[in-house]
């Protein structure tokens, strides 16, 4: 997965396309990044996503990759790792990411896992997000950087195709108004969306609002 998905987004770059990557899952993103560091040593990261998703890989509750992507990139779990695997792995600096919208501090602190507060080069989370702060932020990031985007980032009131709600969370104004901010700031070189889960939304009335505020951020 990750060798196809580095592959797909430096053929677009290369075309002088802009990806936008539509996956299932969240460690898409490890591709994508490792495409961007064959571009420039220290890629950067603007991470939207309801959790933190740097669970030691032994301790992730639910054996996904989805608990971890973010800490195999910053490279956090080297040790208990396949040398195959850390072989494809990028390498991406905490300074040079920047997380917007966690909100599972408590969780991480039930099962003793540290939170990246304090180690990246922000940790906004819903409460303390504001569209200027955002826009400063991704401004600050070394190019060409990611924009990664879990839809879980979203309450469950406005959606609720997730498979790990949480309480709390953004509006689809909310996360609109990230996007736009996000999408208009220099050095963006792709964009990845992830998590629908279409047994939860029978009347796909999820599914409408997703191409709703793809077409929005894109327009």
């Known amino acids: 997965m990750i060798g196809r998905v580095r592959q797909a987004v430096a053929a677009a770059r290369g ?36 959790h933190e998703d740097a669970w030691p890989p032994r301790a992730s509750p639910t054996g996904e990759a989805a608990d971890c992507e973010l800490g195999l990139v910053l490279r956090l779990a080297d040790d208990d790792l396949d040398p195959g695997l850390r072989g494809v792995l990028p390498r991406v600096r905490a300074a040079d990411v920047v997380a917007v919208g966690p909100r599972d501090a408590g969780e991480l602190a039930r099962a003793g896992v540290p939170s990246l507060a304090g180690r990246l080069r922000a940790l906004v989370r819903p409460a303390e997000l504001t569209v200027e702060g955002l826009a400063a932020a991704a401004a600050a990031l070394p190019a060409p950087w990611w924009l990664h985007t879990d839809l879980d980032v979203l309450s469950t009131a406005d959606f609720a195709a997730v498979d790990y709600p949480q309480p709390g969370g953004l509006t689809w ?5 990230v996007t736009s901010a996000a999408l208009a700031a220099g050095g963006c070189a792709g964009w990845s969306v992830c998590i629908y889960n279409p047994d939860l939304d029978p009347d796909r009335c999820g599914a409408d609002d997703i191409i709703g505020y793809l077409t929005d951020a894109l327009r």
């Open 15 to 50: 075309g002088g396309r802009f990806p936008l990557l539509i996956g299932g899952d969240c460690p898409v993103i490890v591709g994508a990044l490792a495409a961007l560091q064959a571009e420039r040593a220290r890629p950067g990261l603007l991470f939207v996503d309801g």
């Open 173 to 177: 104004r909310q996360l609109s108004q």
